[in-house]
């Protein structure tokens, strides 16, 4: 299930709302905000080897463009085997984005039936035109991810600049840290017609309605590929993500796609912090 934690950690930065529409080239602004979806199996293939899922997924976001950005995050499932086994997976991280790009800090522990599993820790950082990671958990060594790499929260900035210019694809290279910290994923996504229209909140998050009113956001498909040097022909992704993606980061209706099996994610919870003014 590590692949599942690998894409959820690629969410980062996306769950702040605003109602406030900016102009295409406007800078993005990213709300501080603690956000509880509930997380449940989707479509299920005949070879996938679940029968059922459910969990929780809570995400804590603050920071600025002037100070960085920290995210906290914790996602706690069940999974049920077509055996009937259970097995309960807490994945645990904690991130910290320069406000520049030019470095990105990351721990992450994932504890089954609660018990340390796996723990990797390592920081990247950009010098003299290229990325370097350096790895402490799962052990200690030195990595090279290439220049063209892009963060988490500087990835998602980018898709929404592209989506307010009306773009609709954008293709780049992420590395957030996950599985052994290692991993660079190749990814396009695409960018559907923005949109304004209410949509439906949960009944339990008061007055978001009228933010949802006058909100822009767009549906957008992120594809996550292996990277292959020498690959001939069309690859496969790993995995899909979709979502609903509002202007200052806020992701709704989110949705795994395996193949075999699906991941749907509702969101459950939304509070937002005090922000301090960043003038720059």
């Not at 463009?65 to 807490?90: I, P, W």
């Not at 790009?101 to 599993?117: E, P, W």
């Not at 293709?171 to 660079?184: C, L, M, P, Q």
């Amino acid at each position: 299930m590590q692949r599942i934690f690998g894409a959820l950690l690629c969410l980062a930065s996306a769950t702040g709302l605003s109602g406030t529409v900016h102009a295409a080239g406007a800078p993005v602004s990213l709300a501080p905000h603690r956000a509880v979806y509930d997380m449940q199996l989707g479509d299920l293939g005949q070879n996938s080897g679940l029968a059922g899922l459910s969990g929780l997924m809570v995400y804590d976001f603050s920071g600025n463009a002037c100070d960085g950005y920290s995210v906290s995050f914790r996602f706690v499932t069940e999974f049920q085997d077509a055996n009937g086994g259970t097995q309960v997976t807490d994945l645990r991280t904690t991130s910290f984005e320069a406000p520049d790009a030019g470095s990105y800090q990351f721990l992450t522990k994932i504890y089954i039936d609660q018990k340390l599993s796996e723990s990797t820790k390592g920081e990247a950082r950009a010098r003299n035109g290229k990325k370097q990671v350096e790895l402490k958990e799962p052990e200690e060594r030195s990595l090279s991810i290439g220049n063209t790499a892009m963060f988490p929260t500087e990835h998602l900035k980018r898709v929404i600049s592209a989506a307010r210019s009306g773009e609709r694809f954008v293709a780049a290279d992420i590395f957030d840290g996950s599985e052994t910290g290692d991993k660079v994923y190749t990814t396009t996504s695409v960018i559907g017609a923005g949109r304004n229209e209410t949509l439906p909140a949960p009944a339990n998050l008061a007055g978001l309605e009228r933010a949802l009113d006058t909100a822009t956001h767009w549906p957008v498909t992120i594809a996550y590929f292996e990277p292959l040097e020498g690959l001939q022909g069309e690859q496969m992704p790993v995995y899909q993500l979709s979502f609903e993606l509002y202007e200052n980061g806020i992701s709704r209706q989110l949705k795994l796609d395996y193949g075999d099996f699906t991941i749907e994610g509702k969101l459950r919870e939304l509070e937002f912090y005090d922000t301090a003014p960043c003038v720059r």
